[in-house]
């Protein structure tokens, strides 16, 4: 059960694209199409913005945008605002009842 | 939908007990995979523990398995974290999460406020 691997840090200014990446196994992301990230604020409860890859739970805005190739999954932030600066963490389902997440990602916005 | 509140953190000694509890809002509860997942300060986030809707599975991260046990009533819609032998590292926000959807099993849609568990000599 090691933990996906996140870039620590991505930035980009106001209207930009980012795009966040989650890598992990065969033994979880390239296994499994269950892939879901989740937005954090300091001090407040996660906030699960895709799912299943790429699906959006209700109320999501469109700008974010799952996808997974291989073993490495991907988050994609459209038209950046300075309300998604916050951390994100991906998460995967391992097998046997088992979940993993990432070491997260903390968004800057220039 | 349903809401989900904790209860049970504190300041325990290394070596010590604790038991955490999860208590939803409606019946609905019943219909859903529940898990635990943490957060130490200023770490990630950490999944601990699953049980199935009726119970019928479990999990856990091999960092708490045989020391943490997951169980549920569904006729009281509580979910509770039997830690045991607890360690300085298990020191962390404890939050309950569900999908809160019977159809999928495998994200957290829904999550309690979470409860502070601080293991301390």
């Known amino acids: 059960q090691s933990a996906l691997t996140q870039p620590a840090s991505v930035s980009g200014s106001p209207g930009q694209s980012i795009t966040l990446s989650c890598t992990g196994t065969s033994s979880d992301v390239g296994g499994y199409n269950y892939v879901s990230w989740y937005q954090i604020y300091p001090g407040k409860v996660p906030k699960l913005i895709i799912y299943d890859v790429n699906k959006w739970p209700s109320g999501i805005s469109n700008r974010f945008s799952g996808s997974k190739s291989d073993n490495t999954a991907s988050l994609t932030i459209s038209g950046l605002q300075a309300e998604d600066e916050a951390d994100y963490y991906c998460c995967s389902y391992a097998g046997l009842s088992t979940w993993v997440f990432g070491g997260g990602t903390k968004v800057t916005v220039l | 939908q349903v809401q989900l509140v904790e209860s049970g953190g504190g300041v325990v000694q290394p070596g010590g007990s604790l038991r955490l509890s999860c208590t939803a809002s409606?019946?609905?509860?019943?219909?859903?995979?529940m898990h635990w997942v943490r957060q130490a300060p200023g770490k990630g986030l950490e999944w601990v523990a699953f049980?199935?809707?009726?119970?019928?599975?479990?999990n856990y991260a091999d960092s708490v398995k045989g020391r943490f046990t997951i169980s549920r009533d569904n006729s009281d819609y509580t979910l509770f974290l039997q830690m045991n032998s607890l360690r300085t590292e298990d020191t962390a926000v404890y939050y309950c999460a569900t999908s809160g959807d019977f159809w999928r099993e495998y994200d957290f849609d829904i999550w309690g406020q979470g409860t502070m568990v601080t293991i301390s000599s």
């Open positions: 049980i199935h809707y009726d119970g019928s599975k479990k």
């Open positions: 409606e019946s609905t509860f019943s219909s859903y995979g």
